[in-house]
């Protein structure tokens, strides 16, 4: 057996110990076979934060994919879409429940092909189906009773939401051309009109730098969030509060987010999103589970979370830092890891890292759907990573603090304040 013995000159909380003691113990049982004693010696300065996060740090998505989305051969959507999941499942909304109040990221590769049945749409509203369209799909649509049935889950589950929009409308064909604002504007107002609460409004998914699938210019994204800005402060008037501006919900590159947030200036953008998957590809069989426990793998996103807090600090000040979408692997993630107990010492550790860079939000991809989710696509029973979420939603304060670790890289340690009075310490 391995023997482990962590030091520390502060009070800890036990549960949330035992659990991440846990994950550590099983970790050196998958590197070695040896038996040894190893002293760890864990400092924590408790005198002061050095970073925080907020209430709403930890969010889940739901996607748009149809079941047909297939990845190396393997379906494994199902009806997890935001078109047909099925919202009175008792299992599903007490799940969600228990991680209340969740901030629900709705969006998704397919967002930009999505239309909402509402106002003067002048074109077919269907289901998304096989096409040679952006990511092998048609434009889909969600009518506005589908919507009213969300709207009624989230109040019901305690659920708040930050809507990924349509940023490729009247432009599906050439980037180049300005946004076609006017299907956006309709829907907002419709969600407005009806006080359906929406914590953020998104625009576009992978759409800067080089894009996934398609991108947009500097220039031209930085004109769309300035109109969707003036739509949002317009629609919502006289609102106690309004929904924040969030963009561009892509992957991190350093000279186009700081050129995009000296173009968009002050008062426009309100959260400054990226997503990561740091681990590869879904379909690494054999791979990724050995990734999972490369300390070095896990270490690759560190400069990301860095460089992202410098430029905005440097070129965007106003704005917070969110992970709008992680699922460790891309291509839905793997089967039988992704959604295992070995996933959560990829997840709890990037949800301590990031949260050491001031990352206000981070979105799991995703709360069901693919091989990543939270809960089972089927029985919407939780998969091991949902207990993660659910601990760190119960004890995790948002006051991060310094913590330093004398021990091998296998050995992983971040510490906050609890929500009580008692400092402890966690390991992932």
């Known amino acids: 057996m391995i023997c482990l013995s962590v030091y520390y000159g502060l009070k800890v909380f036990s549960s949330a110990l035992v659990l991440w003691n846990l994950l550590l113990f099983v970790e050196a049982l998958e590197t070695t076979r040896d038996i040894k004693v190893e002293k760890v010696q864990v400092s924590v300065n408790g005198d002061r934060s050095i970073a925080t996060v907020s209430e709403n740090f930890i969010c889940a998505t739901l996607d748009w994919w149809p079941p047909e989305k297939c990845d190396y051969g393997t379906c494994s959507w199902g009806h997890s879409s935001l078109l047909n999941l099925d919202l009175r499942n008792s299992i599903l909304q007490n799940a969600v429940k228990g991680l209340s109040p969740l901030l629900l990221r709705l969006g998704g ?6 239309i909402y049945n509402v106002g003067n749409i002048q074109r077919p509203c269907g289901t998304f189906f096989s096409a040679a369209g952006l990511f092998g799909f ?10 009213q049935d969300l709207n009624e889950f989230f109040y019901l589950t305690g659920s708040q939401v930050a809507f990924g929009l349509n940023a490729l409308y009247g432009r599906e064909q050439d980037t180049s051309l300005r946004w076609d604002s006017s299907n956006t504007q309709s829907f907002i107002q ?54 924040l501006v969030v963009a561009p919900d892509g992957f991190f590159e350093k000279s186009w987010y700081a050129q995009f947030l000296q173009e968009t200036g002050t008062q426009v953008l309100d959260a400054c999103t990226h997503h990561i998957y740091n681990l590869g590809p879904g ?10 426990l490369d300390p070095d793998v ?31 692997a891309y291509n839905s993630g793997q089967h039988l890891v992704s959604d295992a107990f070995l996933s959560s010492f990829w997840y709890v550790d990037q949800l301590g890292m990031a949260a050491c860079f001031n990352t206000q939000v981070y979105c799991r991809q995703s709360l069901v759907g693919g091989n990543y989710g939270l809960l089972n696509r089927t029985t919407f029973q939780p998969n091991p990573d949902y207990y993660s979420a659910f601990l760190w939603k ?19 340690a971040y510490a906050h304040c609890s929500k009580g009075d008692t400092i402890y310490i966690h390991h992932a």
């Open 138 to 147: 048609s434009e889909g649509c969600i009518n506005m009773s589908r919507w």
């Open 283 to 292: 379909i690494s069989t054999n791979v990724l589970d050995t990734r999972i």
């Open 190 to 243: 419709y969600t407005a009109d009806n006080l359906y609460p929406v914590y953020a409004w998104e625009l576009g998914n992978e759409l800067s730098s080089s894009g996934v699938g398609a991108s947009l210019s500097i220039s031209q994204y930085a004109a769309d969030i300035k109109e969707l800005r003036i739509i949002i402060d317009r629609i919502y008037a006289g609102w106690t509060e309004k929904p």
């Open 298 to 328: 896990l270490n690759n996103v560190v400069g990301t979370f860095d460089q992202l807090q410098q430029t905005i600090q440097t070129h965007g000040p106003w704005a917070q830092a969110w992970v709008g979408e992680s699922g460790g």
């Open 109 to 114: 590769s397919l967002q930009d092909q999505v």
């Open 394 to 412: 119960e004890l995790v304060g948002t006051q991060v603090l310094a913590t330093n670790v004398i021990a091998t890289p296998k050995l992983r």
